[in-house]
């Protein structure tokens, strides 16, 4: 199969969750013997803070300009077997009107933000990634997200054939690896400053370091500008390199989840993180959400916190019992939650007759 993606960055993860999530994807849908194409608008932000371009199992199509790439995209999709616009992609709109104004056998919307999609829709905002007459043209809209978000798919935007294609971890990049002093913590949190994450952040780790002044806090991510007003025994780092998240993650006893607002509200929206901290060994911490329970069991594969107490209690906790639940955790995760899996899945997705519910035609691949 040959897939032609347009989304927001896989050459830059600083900011972006994508990022990682997408190369491991990719990786393995090489490996399947498929044939990937990505366009990424190449805009300063990301430019000034990449961390890679060439690689081997995708080809990526960097462009200043969907003039300039524009010619260039339909005469891949001319002879293309799929295609998929993401939410962000930087020209989402131009890109979801080619493909469906090509003859791609496959046109796929992927949200990876479901739950900020739709809470903006509802605020009256303009999306500037979603077509300007809603997902209905797509033969297959994904969802990052499950629950009565695929509902919402179609009933607010016009998806006709929704299904969920969760987050997950590449094994390759995200394993246990050998401790760093610098990481060295009894929690650590790694996540980009988001102000309806901030009230469970200052719940969760800002005021237990304040309390138990003589543990360790680690903090990874960008755009965080109260930094003096914390603890002395929070360390740092404005940013962590995807190449440095197994030390980061391996260097702590336990690790921190915080879900953003909508999400929480929609449920059912495992970040990546939670897979990939897992996937090295590490015990999580998380704020409860609908479903989560789905993913991992609270108690044995993973603790849940509501309030600063109850950080503080799964902080404190037996080292042996934080172990035995980032066991379990990996266990779960490598059995269920990977890269593979869920490139599996997509090919699956892709591949199966799809039923026009308005036509009543069943389409099959090529058709």
Not at 11 to 22: D, E, Q, V
Not at 325 to 334: E, G, N, S, T, V
Request: aromatic residues 10%; glycine residues 8%; proline residues 3%.
């Amino acid at each position: 199969m040959r897939l032609v993606v347009f989304g927001l960055s896989i050459s830059s993860a600083w900011g972006n969750g994508h990022a990682t999530l997408l190369r491991g994807l990719f990786r393995e849908l090489h490996g399947m013997g498929h044939e990937v194409h990505f366009f990424e608008k190449d805009v300063p932000y990301y430019a000034s803070h990449r961390d890679a371009r060439d690689f081997c199992y995708v080809d990526l199509h960097l462009y200043s300009d969907w003039g300039e790439i524009r010619v260039k995209a339909a005469k891949l999709l001319a002879t293309a077997d799929a295609a998929m616009v993401t939410s962000y992609c930087g020209d989402g709109a131009e890109a979801s009107e080619l493909i469906l104004c090509s003859n791609v056998s496959r046109s796929i919307f992927y949200d990876m933000d479901t739950p900020v999609t739709l809470s903006r829709l509802e605020r009256g905002e303009t999306v500037a990634y979603l077509p300007s007459d809603g997902l209905t043209g797509f033969d297959l809209v994904l969802s990052y997200t499950g629950g009565r978000a695929l509902e919402d798919l179609q009933s607010k935007l016009g998806a006709r054939r929704t299904a969920t294609l969760y987050g997950w971890v590449d094994p390759e990049a995200y394993h246990n690896a050998v401790s760093r002093s610098q990481f060295e913590s009894n929690l650590s949190y790694l996540g980009t400053y988001s102000a309806d994450r901030q009230a469970a952040f200052e719940k969760l780790l800002l005021e237990p370091a304040r309390i138990i002044g003589d543990r360790q806090f680690t903090v990874g991510g960008a755009m965080y500008s109260d930094r003096q007003l914390w603890p002395n025994n929070i360390r740092y780092f404005e940013h962590v390199p995807p190449a440095d998240h197994c030390a980061f993650y391996s260097s702590s006893c336990l690790t921190l989840n915080i879900t953003r607002g909508s999400m929480v509200a929609m449920g059912y929206c495992p970040s990546g993180r939670l897979f990939e901290a897992a996937a090295c060994g590490t015990a999580v911490l998380s704020d409860w959400w609908l479903g989560l329970d789905s993913f991992f069991k609270p108690g044995e594969e993973i603790l849940i916190a509501a309030s600063t107490n109850d950080a503080i209690s799964a902080i404190t906790s037996d080292e042996s019992e934080l172990k035995g639940i980032a066991k379990r955790a990996r266990q779960r995760a490598l059995a269920c939650h990977t890269a593979r899996i869920r490139a599996e899945r997509l090919v699956e997705l892709i591949e199966d007759p799809v039923t026009d519910p308005v036509q009543g035609v069943v389409l099959t691949k090529g058709a």
